[in-house]
């Protein structure tokens, strides 16, 4: 059999090969979102931009334990100003470069997706599920259906480009979230943000470990419930859906693409396996779809379905 | 490796200036020269400080204060706890039979007192602003110093007195650590000679180990691709020397 073809089309746009770079993990720097395409990734995406400059909680704001990491790291990043000069001429990067966008009220979204309409971005990522950081996400209640149609309506009319709404898995009634952003326009779901909060407690310091003491927590211990949205959510949207959590092999990713995901993002995995973990997980994949007989990614997507 | 912090006790405090302590703890854990570690003070903060010292078990980090959670730091008192994470890093390769030169600025010397041990040979110069900021006085004797008042040693620099010993003694390799802007002339220094070179540098740090991208330098993360890198590393870096990127991710003039 020939090699299989690990090329994908996500809303028109072309990927060598369907591993993310997800958002969060060092997409600080236009540098780093290179080293990682060099690494294998197939598209990249920045961390979340917000209007004005966020220093983001104290440290400790990353911790790592036996089934994968919880953080609450508070959306640190240099405002819409500073990232527009950061993140320029993206053409160089080499792969698509996804823009993540925060905001407290739809407005600023509109602001930053607009500041940054210049920069060559491929896509627009909205994350309305960060479960840590006061003004945004779930704990500005934007996880609703109501709240989710909105912000998309108008983020919708700021770009051309295609919209991808990140959702959490911790709302039960994730499947009429994904349903208001596919009817406000959302080209794409990315499912799931990291699942929580969480906490850690040092039982020496009798304290919890982050600084925030509750975050979000990802890798294997997410892998589950992820792959359990995405197959949810694949029954009941049409778009396409970026399944995210706790990939970090080979046969994760395909367990992913299964269960209804077009492409994967990758998080933790450059945690647990380098930050070759992209270029890891494709060589893996080909060999399990060249030993099982698939021949393009398109031909596992929602296979796992009756 | 650490993975979360563990608490454990100091066990003893040196003075080492009037701003630098060194606290003393037991940790077993496996350790490079250069490698670094989170120090946690619960509710407050975490911040990266290198290994300083290390016997047997004990191990030791020497603080300089600075900030809000160095001097909550300088305020703990032997028996007080304190958490620790790592060892994190890429350390100093000391895989090497060269004749080595060592220097250090200010509270640079610290990454590099744990080196100074291993090779009894090397010559060690040390720069500080004025003499009662000299460190490890009585911990290596034979330091060539230089203070930028002239209160010991020569009046000057650190890298004044590195570019003499290159010029009296073959020296075939240099260690350094200190202020950004010393690192990139002892580089360009060594760079002009064709001298091997290794310096750590420093950045603002959150996770340290190598997935928050907060102390990117070219590319480079700072806490798992290096603390240290080579001159020839450097060479390709062009942030070294010029940007560092703050606490929100903004990059900075040095």
């Known amino acids: ?306 | 490796m650490i993975e979360q912090p563990a608490m454990v006790k100091i066990c003893d405090i040196h003075e080492d200036s009037p701003n630098v302590k060194t606290f003393f703890f037991e940790c077993k854990v496996g350790f490079t020269p250069g490698q670094f570690v989170m120090v946690w003070i619960p509710f407050l903060d975490e911040k990266p400080f290198t290994i300083s010292y290390v016997k047997n078990n004990i191990v030791g980090v020497s603080i300089l204060r600075r900030g809000a959670f160095t001097t909550e730091i300088h305020k703990k008192k032997v028996g007080d706890g304190i958490g620790i994470r790592g060892p994190y890093g890429r350390g100093f390769d000391l895989r090497t039979n060269l004749n080595v030169c060592i220097v250090g600025g200010g509270i640079g010397m610290a990454s590099l007192a744990t080196i100074i041990e291993r090779l009894p040979d090397a010559i060690v110069i040390q720069g500080a602003r004025t003499a009662k900021e000299i460190l490890y006085k009585d911990r290596f004797k034979d330091m060539k110093l230089s203070t930028d008042d002239g209160s010991v040693g020569f009046r000057g620099t650190a890298v004044d007195l590195l570019e003499e010993q290159l010029k009296k003694r073959s020296i075939q390799k240099v260690y350094g650590c200190g202020p950004e802007m010393m690192l990139y002339k002892i580089v360009e220094l060594c760079k002009n000679r064709n001298i091997e070179c290794e310096v750590s540098l420093e950045r603002y740090f959150k996770c340290g180990f190598g997935i928050c991208g907060q102390c990117d330098c070219s590319g480079q993360r700072v806490c798992v691709d290096g603390p240290v890198f080579t001159g020839e590393e450097l060479s390709k870096m062009d942030d070294f020397g010029k940007i560092t990127i703050t606490k929100t991710g903004e990059r900075v003039i040095h």
């Open chain 1, 1 to 306: 059999m020939a090699t299989p073809d690990l090329s994908v089309s996500l809303c028109n746009i072309r990927l060598a090969n369907p591993t993310i770079l997800a958002s969060g993990i060092l997409g600080t720097t236009k540098a780093l979102l290179e080293r990682v395409a060099k690494n294998g990734a197939g598209a990249v995406t920045i961390k979340s931009i917000s209007t004005e400059p966020r220093e983001g909680h104290k440290n400790p704001t990353v911790i790592t334990f036996e089934a994968g990491m919880v953080n609450a790291v508070g959306y640190s990043n240099p405002g819409v100003h500073a990232a527009a000069r950061e993140f320029s001429n993206l053409q160089t990067v080499g792969v698509p470069v996804i823009a993540s966008v925060i905001g407290t009220v739809k407005e600023d979204f509109v602001r930053v997706v607009e500041g940054l309409a210049g920069s060559g971005f491929s896509a627009i990522e909205i994350p309305l599920s960060c479960p840590h950081t006061p003004g945004f996400g779930l704990l500005a209640g934007q996880g609703t259906p109501q709240a989710t149609f909105k912000i998309t309506v108008a983020v919708r009319k700021a770009t051309k480009l295609p919209v991808f709404i990140k959702l959490s898995p911790s709302i039960p009634e994730i499947c009429a979230v994904a349903k208001a952003a596919e009817d406000a326009g959302a080209s794409a779901i990315t499912a799931v943000n990291s699942m929580g909060p969480g906490m850690i407690i040092n039982i020496e310091a009798h304290k919890p470990v982050l600084s925030f003491k509750v975050g979000g927590v990802t890798g294997d211990a997410l892998r589950p419930i992820a792959v359990r949205c995405v197959y949810d959510l694949y029954k009941v949207v049409k778009i396409p859906i970026i399944g995210v959590g706790g990939i970090s092999t080979g046969r994760h990713a395909i367990e992913m693409l299964m269960s209804g995901a077009s492409v994967v993002g990758i998080g933790t995995g450059v945690y647990n396996r380098g930050i070759d973990v992209f270029r890891k997980i494709s060589g893996e994949m080909l060999q399990w779809m060249s030993e099982n007989g698939f021949s393009d990614i398109k031909s596992m997507v929602g296979v796992a379905h009756d």
